[in-house]
């Protein structure tokens, strides 16, 4: 079968990969979509178990630093559109192994810039499309408010300037920076896009929001850093993953596109939110798990707030979000606690030993 397009996703088997690849094999049956993962302890096939046999869906097990790999899958599929989201992701993982967030984040991304602009002979009709984070642009200050954003009229905006503080950040940010490179140097179509923090179902349960959801299901601990006081901008994954269809095929050559929920909360009013829904969701009476909230020792570096301004996003591709928070947190809620086999198989580790006996260990 000839296909209209061949986009490669990378990291589609994490999770805004596995939602962005759901959404583009069912939305898009002309275009071929090839999932490019490492399969490491984030990526897990089993989230994409309901498109797995579609004609226009291929999954290749491959580590973006592997430059002859890749190289081999672009000419093999005639890739001419790349979605770059495979990456390390966890800020704790980051503090405790920082060399493993360079190699992935930074030489996998050289690695992908490399083999596209071996491949493209021709940029015409090509695109290099990078999916980064709000946090490379470092953190913002707590103030009293006079506008609408309730803890600070300071929003982070494409034009702010980075100042990354954590290893992932860094790590990203010098991404970005490479990606930008290519575009001056050589000429190659790249776009970016700086979103803020992702909730909604198949998240790895090492993230605030499934690990909590997780622990009042078993009734373990909630543990809260410092005081609960850090603020994030909280987006529904799948308003992140129409964002990058959109900005996929509308966004302009070499801008940047920030995505953000408009959506702020201290953490500690977040994790009692979520208390009260899951509890209500668990037939337990409302609140009454809120005892499970432990505060601990706070993260090193802890950036205390992030918040978008996606006004860009919205005047030029009129993107906004299409969930309330409530509306979105209780879709997720519903999610985990309808599939607990999903989180005991993730936390057990069970999945590894599958992809192990199938593709060998990594
Ligand atoms: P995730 O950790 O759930 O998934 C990452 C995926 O990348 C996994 O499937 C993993 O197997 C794969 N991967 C890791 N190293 C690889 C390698 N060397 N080669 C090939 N594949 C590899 O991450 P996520 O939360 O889905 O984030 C996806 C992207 O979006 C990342 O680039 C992240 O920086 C960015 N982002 C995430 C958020 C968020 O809130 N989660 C917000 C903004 C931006
Ligand atoms: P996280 O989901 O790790 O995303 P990020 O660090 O990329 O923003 O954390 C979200 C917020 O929740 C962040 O301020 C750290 C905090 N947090 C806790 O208080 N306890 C936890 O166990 C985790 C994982 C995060």
Redesign the pocket.
């Known amino acids: 079968m000839d296909f209209r397009r061949n986009i490669l996703i990378?990291?589609?088997?994490?999770?805004?990969?596995?939602h962005l690849v759901r959404r583009m094999v069912t939305r898009y049956p002309d275009f071929r979509i090839i999932n490019?993962?490492?399969?490491?302890?984030?990526?897990?096939l089993a989230n994409l178990k309901d498109i797995e046999d579609r004609p226009n869906y291929v999954f290749v097990r491959?580590?973006?630093?592997?430059l002859e790999g890749i190289l081999r899958i672009m000419w093999g599929y005639a890739v001419d559109g790349i979605i770059?989201?495979?990456?390390?992701?966890?800020v704790d993982r980051s503090i405790r192994d920082p060399f493993t967030f360079a190699?992935?984040?930074v030489l996998?991304t050289l690695s992908l810039l490399q083999a596209a602009k071996a491949c493209w002979s021709d940029f015409s009709g090509k695109r290099f499309y990078h999916?980064?984070?709000?946090?490379v642009y470092g953190a913002l200050e707590l103030t009293s408010p006079e506008g609408d954003a309730p803890y600070g009229d300071t929003l982070f905006t494409e034009q702010t300037r980075y100042q990354p503080h954590s290893p992932?950040s860094a790590s990203?940010a010098s991404s970005d920076h490479f990606v930008r490179a290519f575009h001056d140097t050589y000429g190659l179509p790249v776009v970016i896009s700086?979103?803020?923090?992702?909730?909604g179902p198949?998240?790895?349960p090492e993230?605030l929001i499934p690990l909590f959801i997780n622990n009042i299901r078993l009734r373990k601990p909630l543990p809260v850093y410092g005081r609960g006081e850090n603020v994030r901008d909280w987006?529904f994954?799948e308003d992140?993953v129409r964002a990058i269809d959109l900005i996929f095929h509308e966004g302009r050559d070499g801008e940047t596109y920030n995505?953000g929920g408009c959506n702020e909360w201290k953490n500690i009013d977040l994790v009692r939110l979520l208390v009260r829904i899951t509890d209500r969701l668990l037939g337990r009476p409302e609140g009454t798990d809120e005892d499970l909230i432990a505060f601990v020792k706070d993260r090193a570096g802890h950036d205390l707030r992030y918040a978008i301004d996606a006004t860009k996003l919205r005047k030029e591709l009129g993107w906004g979000p299409s969930l309330s928070f409530e509306e979105g947190l209780e879709k997720t809620v519903r999610w985990y606690l309808d599939n607990p086999e999903w989180l005991d198989s993730v936390t057990s580790g069970d999945y590894r030993n599958y992809y192990e006996e199938m593709y060998g260990k990594r």
């Open positions: 990378t990291g589609g088997a994490g999770f805004i990969g596995s490019l993962d490492k399969l490491t302890y984030a990526g897990n491959e580590d973006i630093c592997d770059h989201l495979a990456a390390e992701s966890h190699r992935t984040n996998g999916i980064s984070t709000d946090e992932y990203k700086n979103c803020s923090n992702n909730y198949y998240q790895f993230k987006l994954v992140h995505i």
